[in-house]
């Protein structure tokens, strides 16, 4: 019992510095996959970490009027992120402190996060942090309820809302091909780009244009403090990432029983897995345009509508069966 | 029961003494033996909340045939926890009023005669005590929403307020009619032992939810709410938000869950179905308005309809004999009933400290007030963020344990429930995202930014004891989301009274603190542990950066692009930040439409931007009957002018068909 429960702990640990440091490598596959598609060389897969290590050196200039609110929340954001992130089983579903937070709080610890940005974003009283906060605050509203169905679909599927044992289910029947899990594969994908201000939904590499939402938030950070917001946006795209691995591609992740065999099995799966996605990512928005703000609600209604047709097959299906 | 008599008969006397007297000094001890009473009130329903007991008596007063039956049950108890809770926050707050300014001798003979009303409405055990004390909360309410009474906007609120009481009331009165049955056994011990029929239960319960769901806010009965607890003083606001629409809660608890007996499973459907639409539109009123007590007043309509959903949910689980999820929704339920006490006092009575050192209440004019009010901008913080159900604080706890009744619907064997209950599940969801959007918005405009106008440049700290009963309730807030798990443990007893059944698997969790909603292998919170988590990695995070970093920090002007405006009007406004959101809900809801009017090039008028919204709520069920009823009126009008003689035909004519009637059905 207590070597299991060490093994959990180890794993929880191993888990939690893991996603700490492939997130920037992540972010450079995207950043590398749509450079070369676009015939450009690109940065280094490395310079996500020449990004932040720069950011760190740099002095932080705050703004005059800026409150202490504004120099809390990135550290907050950061550790918010982080703990949902490693909360997300990835090479292994048993993680120690997994039961703490279900995937109901999960969204909601990333719903947390999002709130503190927008307010930050809000604090200095410039036009762009306004425009920001209001339209991630807008996006999420049409973003965190498809999330929440998908998440409750998954829940009824599974029968528990731990992540740990809607992993197990699905790793335990990975063939059983249902109609309302590929709608919510469908849905989780677009409420993935959109919490990640990825395109079509935002773009994150645009300054200077009004259509920017996730920037425009973060356009008053500098130094140690933007250093934290950015880590905290590559520790998101990793969670969902690893949420869309966890859920609908599960092989290979090492099951709660599994030795250490098993973890590095897991490991090298996950890692594999995530660097495929991140190279997908980069292929998909090298394809599609960005969209106008207000096309995002049809985008997004897709999500909802389908989020709602899975919870509701899930409702029926599991309605007959009993 | 010495203890609660003694308080309540303080309260009495305090009112009367204020009342009559109107000295200064006696005015002075309103809010503190205001206060006392409510922690003597509230001390013994804690006791007999947690330690169970109660005490029950039949005073020779009231109704000659009735007598007055009064009686403190579990269920009583924990309302009455909610509520004097409240109260004491309200009284703390009111100490510290500015005599000069606010304090109107019209409210305080009320304040403390309020606060006993509702008190009695919870240990009424008759329909007459029930009613008499239901009405006397209601008027007292009334009195104080009008105290004010030069501004029009007050007297409106107030005309509305009554005309929506006497409605509720008379909806109650039928209610309990139906309950007594034909025999006018009024006492609850009496309803309780007579099994209504179909019919007549349906009826109750249609009447109860529009006497209950009007005090309560529950959409479409909810039109007086955003304009009457803005109306009244702060306190009296929250007082009104935060604890009498729980007051509304508890007669709409009291008589689906107890005296009506086993309940069917379609009395689920209407509070389900009101609940999740008065959810949803709730908040979509908030979000668009700019009035900041009138948002929180909305937000209050919205949270009504959250407990609704899950008393309907209960009400399916209990129906369909599964006590286990039954107590999941009910948990849900009566933790976000004192959840929302807590939150909704603490934000009235920030939104009351703004109000009194700006002035102002519209959104528009405020900004940066987190620099000149650093406590009150923390307290309201912690509000704003509670009530968005954001963990590690208390909404999320309820909010939480709602969605794990949601998940367990499948499980109901009526297709109509198990329709109904993904659409609940989503338009929940929204109702939390769209919270989250409308408290952003409300904090960011009021308290980020900088300051909009010369009041709110001007703003200072609040008076200690009013960041005391602000600063109490921000930390109830914040225990009650991290001892959640502690917190629905103690609902046991009241829980196994209403659905036969605590918690499953409570306390079984790895920690204390673990919130299981069926079984730990389910389903499992852990707020303690996560905001261990957070609060290490924050730390960790902090260190680190700290070691590597530069640590350098200067002050400089804001970047913004490289555009920056000295003017504080390029800020984004409180109408500005709900545009996108106007665009996408607004449009179909409220038929929102904007208008930009430009002059031609070298007109010397400026452009004007103009948002109209319609209400259609209140101009198909509000204004278009009034119209019809007006112009009924006109038309019976001629009736007052006729002659004699065709009065007499009149009369006559009625007699024939009254004694026609009774030739045929006699």
């Given at each position: 019992m207590s070597a299991d429960l060490a093994k959990q702990f180890l794993a929880q640990g191993v888990q939690m510095f893991l996603v700490l440091l492939i997130a920037p490598l992540a972010v450079g596959v995207v950043r590398r996959v749509k450079a070369r598609l676009m015939r450009r060389q690109g940065a280094p897969l490395l310079q996500g970490y020449r990004d932040l290590a720069k950011l760190l050196r740099k002095e932080?200039?705050?703004?005059?009027?800026?409150?202490?609110?504004?120099?809390?929340?990135?550290?907050?954001?950061?550790?918010l992120t982080w703990v949902a992130a490693a909360l997300v089983p990835s090479f292994a579903s048993g993680l120690m402190f997994n039961w703490a937070a279900d995937v109901v709080a999960l969204v909601a610890l990333l719903g947390a996060a999002r709130a503190l940005l927008a307010l930050a974003g809000m604090d200095v009283g410039t036009g762009f942090g306004g425009i920001g906060s209001?339209?991630?605050?807008?996006?999420?509203?049409?973003?965190?309820?498809?999330?929440?169905?998908?998440?409750?679909?998954l829940a009824i599927a599974a029968g528990?809302?731990?992540?740990?044992?809607?992993?197990?289910?699905?790793?335990?029947?990975?063939?059983?091909?249902?109609?309302?899990?590929?709608?919510?594969?469908?849905?989780?994908?677009?409420?993935?780009?959109?919490?990640?201000?990825?395109?079509?939904?935002?773009?994150?590499?645009t300054h200077l244009e009004l259509t920017m939402v996730h920037e425009a938030m973060i356009l008053e950070y500098s130094g140690r403090h933007l250093a934290l917001v950015e880590a905290a946006s590559y520790l998101k795209l990793v969670l969902y990432l690893s949420l869309l691995i966890c859920l609908f591609a599960p092989f290979g992740m090492a099951p709660a029983t599994a030795g250490i065999g098993g973890w590095i099995v897991g490991l090298l799966a996950w890692t594999a897995k995530l660097l495929t996605g991140a190279a997908l990512l980069g292929v998909w928005e090298v394809s599609i345009a960005k969209m106008r703000v207000f096309r995002l609600p049809d985008f997004l209604g897709i999500a909802f509508i389908f989020g709602f047709l899975a919870i509701l097959l899930a409702f029926l299906t599991r309605g007959a069966v009993q | 029961m010495f203890v609660q008599g003694g308080a309540l008969g303080a309260l009495a006397v305090v009112a009367a003494l204020a009342a009559v007297s109107g000295r200064r000094f006696l005015l002075a001890v309103v809010y503190p033996v205001t206060?006392?009473?409510?922690?003597?009130?509230?001390?013994?329903?804690?006791?007999?909340?947690?330690?169970?007991?109660?005490?029950?008596?039949?005073?020779?007063?009231?109704?000659?045939?009735?007598?007055?039956?009064?009686?403190?049950?579990?269920?009583?108890?924990?309302?009455?926890?909610?509520?004097?809770?409240?109260?004491?926050?309200?009284?703390?707050y009111g100490m510290g009023l500015d005599r000069a300014k606010e304090l109107t001798p019209r409210v305080e003979p009320l304040f403390p005669l309020f606060a006993a009303a509702m008190n009695l409405v919870l240990i009424a055990d008759d329909a007459y005590a029930f009613l008499f004390s239901w009405e006397l909360m209601s008027l007292t309410s009334w009195a104080m929403v009008v105290a004010h009474h030069t501004n029009a906007e007050n007297r409106r609120a107030g005309h509305l307020y009554l005309v929506m009481a006497a409605i509720g009331t008379t909806a109650l009165l039928f209610a309990f009619g139906?309950?007594?049955?034909?025999?006018?056994?009024?006492?609850?011990?009496?309803?309780?032992?007579?099994?209504?029929?179909?019919?007549?239960?349906?009826?109750?319960l249609a009447t109860a939810l529009v006497g209950c769901g009007s005090k309560g806010g529950l959409i479409p009965l909810h039109a007086w709410l955003p304009l009457a607890h803005p109306a009244a003083p702060s306190h009296v606001s929250a007082l009104m938000s935060g604890v009498m629409t729980k007051v509304a809660i508890y007669g709409f608890v009291r008589i689906a869950f107890d005296l009506l007996g086993p309940p069917a499973w379609w009395w689920s459907l209407p509070p389900i179905v009101l609940g999740a639409i008065?959810?949803?539109?709730?908040?979509?009123?908030?979000?668009?308005?700019?009035?900041?007590?009138?948002?929180?007043?909305?937000?209050?309509?919205?949270?009504?309809?959250?407990?609704?959903?899950?008393?309907?949910?209960?009400l399916a689980f209990r129906a369909n004999g599964q006590p286990a999820a039954a107590a999941v929704a009910m948990a849900a339920a009566l933790l976000h009933i004192l959840n929302h006490s807590w939150f909704k006092s603490l934000l009235f009575l920030g939104a009351g400290a703004v109000l009194h050192v700006t002035g102002r209440r519209d959104l528009e004019g405020m900004g940066g007030l987190i620099h000149r009010m650093p406590r009150t901008a923390v307290f309201f913080l912690v509000g704003a963020l509670s009530i968005s159900a954001l963990p590690p604080l208390n909404g999320f706890v309820s909010e939480w344990l709602l969605f794990q009744s949601v998940i367990a619907a499948p499980a109901l064997p009526q297709s109509a429930l198990n329709f109904a209950a993904p659409a609940i599940g989503a338009m929940l969801a929204l109702a939390a995202a769209l919270a989250a959007a409308c408290f952003v918005r409300v904090y960011g405009v009021a308290f980020l930014g900088?300051?909009?106008?010369?009041?709110?440049?001007?703003?200072?700290?609040?008076?200690?004891?009013?960041?005391?009963?602000?600063?109490?309730?921000?930390?109830?807030?914040?225990?009650?989301?991290?001892?959640?798990?502690?917190?629905?443990?103690?609902?046991?007893?009241?829980?196994?009274?209403?659905?036969?059944?605590?918690?499953?698997?409570?306390?079984?969790?790895?920690?204390?603190?673990?919130?299981?909603?069926?079984?730990?292998?389910?389903?499992?919170?852990?707020?303690?542990?996560?905001?261990?988590?957070?609060?290490?990695?924050?730390?960790?995070?902090?260190?680190?950066?700290?070691?590597?970093?530069?640590?350098?920090?200067?002050?400089?002007?804001?970047?913004?692009?490289?555009?920056?405006?000295?003017?504080?009007?390029?800020?984004?406004?409180?109408?500005?930040?709900?545009?996108?959101?106007?665009?996408?809900?607004?449009?179909?809801?409220?038929?929102?439409?904007?208008?930009?009017?430009?002059?031609?090039?070298g007109d010397l008028q400026p452009a004007r931007f103009s948002v109209a919204l319609i209400d259609y709520i209140w101009t198909t069920l509000y204004i278009a009957p009034w119209r019809a009823l007006l112009r009924l009126s006109e038309r019976l009008n001629a009736l007052q002018f006729l002659t004699i003689r065709r009065y007499l035909v009149l009369m006559f004519a009625a007699l024939v068909i009254l004694l026609s009637i009774a030739a045929v059905t006699i």
């Open positions: 932080s200039v705050l703004a005059e009027n800026a409150s202490w609110l504004f120099r809390a929340a990135p550290c907050l954001i950061f550790a209001s339209r991630e605050m807008m996006i999420a509203t049409l973003a965190e309820p498809a999330m929440m169905l998908i998440v409750l679909t528990t809302t731990r992540l740990a044992g809607v992993a197990d289910f699905f790793i335990a029947e990975p063939l059983a091909v249902r109609v309302s899990l590929a709608l919510s594969l469908v849905a989780l994908i677009i409420v993935a780009l959109a919490e990640n201000a990825r395109i079509p939904v935002d773009n994150p590499v | 206060a006392l009473a409510a922690i003597a009130l509230g001390v013994v329903d804690l006791a007999i909340w947690l330690g169970g007991g109660g005490f029950a008596a039949v005073l020779p007063i009231g109704l000659p045939t009735i007598g007055l039956h009064l009686r403190l049950d579990q269920l009583s108890a924990f309302f009455g926890v909610v509520i004097n809770g409240g109260v004491l926050a309200a009284s703390l139906g309950l007594a049955g034909p025999a006018g056994g009024y006492a609850f011990d009496t309803i309780r032992t007579q099994a209504p029929t179909p019919l007549i239960a349906a009826l109750v008065t959810a949803v539109l709730g908040l979509l009123y908030a979000v668009f308005d700019r009035d900041l007590k009138r948002v929180l007043a909305y937000s209050t309509v919205e949270n009504v309809g959250v407990i609704f959903v899950a008393l309907g949910l209960a900088r300051p909009r106008s010369v009041e709110a440049a001007r703003a200072h700290e609040v008076p200690l004891v009013q960041q005391i009963a602000m600063g109490g309730l921000a930390l109830l807030c914040i225990l009650g989301g991290l001892l959640g798990a502690l917190l629905t443990g103690a609902l046991a007893p009241v829980l196994k009274g209403l659905v036969g059944s605590e918690l499953p698997n409570a306390g079984t969790g790895p920690t204390p603190f673990s919130l299981i909603a069926f079984d730990a292998s389910r389903s499992n919170y852990d707020a303690v542990v996560i905001a261990l988590f957070v609060a290490i990695a924050s730390v960790a995070a902090l260190l680190v950066v700290h070691r590597l970093s530069a640590r350098r920090t200067r002050r400089g002007p804001a970047w913004d692009c490289g555009f920056p405006d000295p003017s504080p009007a390029i800020q984004y406004s409180a109408s500005s930040f709900s545009q996108p959101l106007r665009r996408v809900y607004g449009a179909v809801v409220f038929s929102a439409r904007e208008t930009v009017v430009m002059p031609p090039p």
